[in-house]
């Protein structure tokens, strides 16, 4: 069973870098039938899509977003990362991460979370 | 990018109900849909893929429907463990999009 933990600062102050990782058990990351993404929630509001990268490294980012995302991947750990830079209290969400599958080409959507991690930005 | 307009945003039900909750893309997204069930503090769970076929584990009594622009999801013959955040999202065209959920209470 696939499982994936995200881990990083509850905190972070206004302007400064977010970062978050995401572990992953069960399963490598390294297989090419995935992609891992991450994903937020501000309270009350929907789910917003942020970006994602392949284990070759490559990525897709959310226009909304891509000036300030960065996420990449660490196949020795098992894990990948967000960065996310200039925040301000509107970037305050739970942060998912999540794995999407690849199969014969073609993108099919999300078959595993992670539980969220709640990031706060204040001073 | 699609947008997603879920209805209804919270619902209350009683066990042994039917219950439908929609899900209407701006644009043709194919059968590009999927749901997921949330409970508080735990990873959301796959429930339904390509809008119509059960994920292996799901119970029989959830369905989906669907195809274009129009989607459902149903619970039969609900269950006290079905009270749930519910959400749909569309991999049909990149930024991913999602619904904006649907808590269900079963009084």
């Known amino acids: 069973q696939v499982q994936l933990q995200e881990s990083g600062p509850g905190l972070v102050k206004p302007s400064q870098t977010l970062s978050l990782t995401c572990t992953v058990s069960g399963g490598s990351i390294s297989g090419g039938d995935y992609y891992w993404s991450w994903i937020r929630q501000p309270a009350g509001k929907g789910l917003e899509y942020i970006g994602r990268?392949?284990?070759?490294?490559?990525?897709d980012y959310n226009p909304s977003l891509k000036s300030r995302v960065t996420i990449s991947i660490d196949t020795s750990k098992n894990q990948f990362s967000l960065r996310l830079s200039s925040v301000t209290a509107t970037d305050t969400a739970v942060y998912y991460c999540a794995r999407g599958i690849i199969s014969g080409g073609y993108y099919y959507g999300i078959d595993y979370w992670g539980q969220g991690t709640l990031v706060t930005v204040s001073s | 990018e699609t947008t997603l307009t879920q209805s209804p945003a919270f619902m209350s039900a009683t066990p042994g109900d039917k219950v439908n909750i929609s899900c209407k893309a701006s644009?043709?997204?194919?059968?590009?849909m999927n749901w997921y069930q949330q409970k508080p503090g735990e990873a959301a769970i796959f429930i339904i893929q390509e809008a119509i076929t059960l994920v292996p584990g799901t119970p029989p009594r959830f369905s989906g429907s669907g195809y274009g622009t129009d989607f459902t999801l149903t619970i039969n013959n609900i269950e006290s463990e079905d009270a749930a955040y519910y959400f749909c999202?569309?991999?049909?065209?990149?930024?991913?999009?999602f619904g904006q959920g649907t808590k269900l209470e079963i009084k």
């Open positions: 644009q043709d997204i194919d059968d590009d």
């Open positions: 990268i392949y284990t070759i490294g490559r990525t």
């Open positions: 999202l569309q991999h049909d065209n990149f930024p991913l999009t």
